[in-house]
T-cell receptor
Framework: NAGVTQTPKFQVLKTGQSMTLQCAQDMNHEYMSWYRQDPGMGLRLIHYSVGAGITDQGEVPNGYNVSRSTTEDFPLRLLSAAPSQTSVYFC????????????FGDGTRLSIL | EDQVTQSPEALRLQEGESSSLNCSYTVSGLRGLFWYRQDPGKGPEFLFTLYSAGEEKEKERLKATLTKKESFLHITAPKPEDSATYLCAVGPKIQAGTALIFGKGTTLSVSS
């Protein structure tokens, strides 16, 4: 009963490095999203997808790319890491957009030095 | 502008001391209101969905209610294991760039 799986759980990067945060779900959900959670800021939407091949930007998309080639996977790419991207990143999935509860992974804790 | 405000930011209770958490919202076309529990180092865990004013949901010591402007999470006779951060989120009408809008949460501490 895996649900939403995120890897890695922890990562330290140097400024300018790139990396991909992985997210996979086994619930056959069409809708997937990426959030970042910062102290005092709450959860903020980075990118989302309503199905394979369809993605769109959220509130804070700059510096991040996404793609959705399969229903199960929704990776988040940091193009050139900056200290401002130090955060906890959560992936979530749901059956519907905005009217169904999203199910979250346990997050990736990312530090940019 | 769609937004969610939760109060208080932090709440300390004694075991057995009932209380309520508030979630006030303004949203264009509410498609759902959601309550989550988040433990340290974990992702938010879904608790309840409410869709219309007057609706109520219960689970163990928790009861969620909804009006047209706010939702309450009532905690009856809490136990130390209820300590967590409780998040409220609303689903606005679907348009480009939208997803669930989260409040900043209420951190609940229950001591024995």
């Amino acid at each position: 009963n895996a649900g939403v799986t995120q890897t890695p759980k922890f990562q330290v990067l140097k400024t300018g490095q790139s990396m991909t945060l992985q997210c996979a779900q086994d619930m056959n959900h069409e809708y997937m999203s990426w959030y970042r959670q910062d102290p005092g800021m709450g959860l903020r939407l980075i990118h989302y997808s309503v199905g394979a091949g369809i993605t769109d930007q959220g509130e804070v998309p700059n510096g991040y790319n996404v793609s959705r080639s399969t229903t199960e996977d929704f990776p988040l790419r940091l193009l050139s890491a900056a200290p401002s991207q130090t955060s906890v990143y959560f992936c979530a999935s749901s059956y519907g957009q905005n009217n169904q509860p999203q199910h979250f992974g346990d997050g990736t804790r990312l530090s940019i030095l | 502008e769609d937004q969610v405000t939760q109060s208080p930011e932090a709440l300390r209770l004694q075991e057995g001391e009932s209380s309520s958490l508030n979630c006030s919202y303004t949203v264009s076309g509410l498609r759902g209101l959601f309550w989550y529990r988040q433990d340290p180092g974990k992702g938010p865990e879904f608790l309840f969905t409410l869709y219309s004013a007057g609706e109520e949901k219960e689970k163990e010591r928790l009861k969620a209610t909804l009006t047209k402007k706010e939702s309450f999470l009532h905690i009856t006779a809490p136990k130390p294991e209820d300590s967590a951060t409780y998040l409220c989120a609303v689903g606005p009408k679907i348009q480009a760039g939208t997803a669930l809008i989260f409040g900043k949460g209420t951190t609940l501490s229950v001591s024995s």
